[in-house]
T-cell receptor
Framework: NAGVTQTPKFRILKIGQSMTLQCAQD?????MYWYRQDPGMGLKLIYY???????DKGEVPNGYNVSRSTTEDFPLRLELAAPSQTSVYFC??????????FGEGSRLTVL | QKEVEQNSGPLSVPEGAIASLNCTYS??????FFWYRQYSGKSPELIMF????GDKEDGRFTAQLNKASQYVSLLIRDSQPSDSATYLC???????????FGKGTKLTVNP
């Protein structure tokens, strides 16, 4: 089982560039989440979705956008990358909004 | 006051000892409580959840919840070097689809 697949695993961006972090799950979960984790910090919620076509902001949504056109996919778009967006990004899915299944993470550096 | 607070540690215990990890939360409407384990460079994985006051045991792990004191803890008995990881406390309010994570406590078990 693939579970939650994130791409790319590593990326270096220049300030002002844009990119999309891809997330796909094959478990037919309704709930999907994007978190970021800075060194020595916990997970901060960026955006989440409770089903296809429905998204909502988390704690730190500024500078990001999401869409959820299918149950399987939940891409995270970074517009005008800034050094403050240097982080590890985790996508997660859940059947119930309680046990989260995480992808392996995407490490993003903005220079 | 932060929503979910944990001692960042690091916490160091000898092999075979009991490791005690603590977490407090600020929202009295919180109803579900989780402990995730995150090995260095890896993604978090759920190890325990608890909904009711009291203790819940699963193998060497015991979760304890005291809603009146807004306190949840994780005890690891007979600690092993393989338990060395960061432990993240997460809390969910009733009716919410979002988990709020603490910063995590880094545990090192010394052989």
């Amino acid at each position: 089982n693939a579970g939650v697949t994130q791409t790319p695993k590593f990326r270096i961006l220049k300030i002002g560039q844009s990119m999309t972090l891809q997330c796909a799950q094959d478990m037919n979960h309704n709930y999907m989440y994007w978190y970021r984790q800075d060194p020595g910090m916990g997970l901060k919620l960026i955006y989440y979705s409770v089903g296809a076509g429905i998204t909502d902001k988390g704690e730190v949504p500024n500078g990001y956008n999401v869409s959820r056109s299918t149950t399987e996919d939940f891409p995270l778009r970074l517009e005008l990358a800034a050094p403050s967006q240097t982080s590890v990004y985790f996508c997660a899915s859940s059947p119930s909004s309680e046990e989260l299944f995480f992808g392996e993470g995407s490490r993003l550096t903005v220079l | 006051q932060k929503e979910v607070e944990q001692n960042s540690g690091p916490l160091s215990v000898p092999e075979g000892a009991i490791a005690s990890l603590n977490c407090t939360y600020s929202d009295r409407g919180s109803q579900s409580f989780f402990w995730y384990r995150q090995y260095s460079g890896k993604s978090p994985e759920l190890i325990m959840f608890i909904y009711s006051n009291g203790d819940k045991e699963d193998g060497r792990f015991t979760a304890q919840l005291n809603k009146a004191s807004q306190y949840v803890s994780l005890l690891i008995r007979d600690s092993q070097p393989s338990d060395s990881a960061t432990y993240l406390c997460a809390v969910k309010k009733g009716g919410s689809e979002k988990l709020v994570f603490g910063k995590g406590t880094k545990l090192t078990v010394n052989p």
